[in-house]
Nanobody, 124 residues
Framework: QVQLVESGGGLVQAGGSLRLSCAAP????????MGWFRQAPGKEREFVST????????YYADSVKGRFTISRDNAKNTVYLQMNSLKPEDTAVYYC?????????????????WGQGTQVTVSS
């Protein structure tokens, strides 16, 4: 059974940093592309970042480009999201997602597995 378990969320001041982790036991990790999405209060869930199976191809939402970095460790079945220069508008529940197939995708509908989410709150 595939499970995605996020961790690393919390409360941080604007300008601060957090690193989210997503462990994926049970997933054929090396052949899966991974993504991060987020949902702010009262808003639709939106794309944040995605990475291909090998880690060589990444995409970011314009709102986080230059501040967030996605990476993965295939030996640990884990994907990360390093978030720097955080802003209050980054406050959201962050979800990890996985899809079979190595090519990264921006659309949520392309992802088959989802984590429960981790809360990130950025205070001003």
């Amino acid at each position: 059974q595939v499970q995605l378990v996020e961790s690393g969320g919390g409360l941080v001041q604007a300008g601060g940093s957090l690193r989210l982790s997503c462990a994926a036991p049970g997933l054929t990790f090396r052949s899966s592309s991974m993504g991060w999405f987020r949902q702010a209060p009262g808003k639709e869930r939106e794309f944040v970042s995605t990475i291909n199976w090998g880690g060589g191809t990444t995409y970011y939402a314009d709102s986080v480009k230059g501040r967030f970095t996605i990476s993965r460790d295939n030996a640990k079945n884990t994907v990360y999201l390093q978030m720097n220069s955080l802003k209050p508008e980054d406050t959201a529940v962050y979800y990890c997602a996985a899809r079979r197939g190595g090519n990264p995708r921006i659309s949520q509908s392309e992802y088959e597995y989802w984590g429960q989410g981790t809360q990130v709150t950025v205070s001003s």
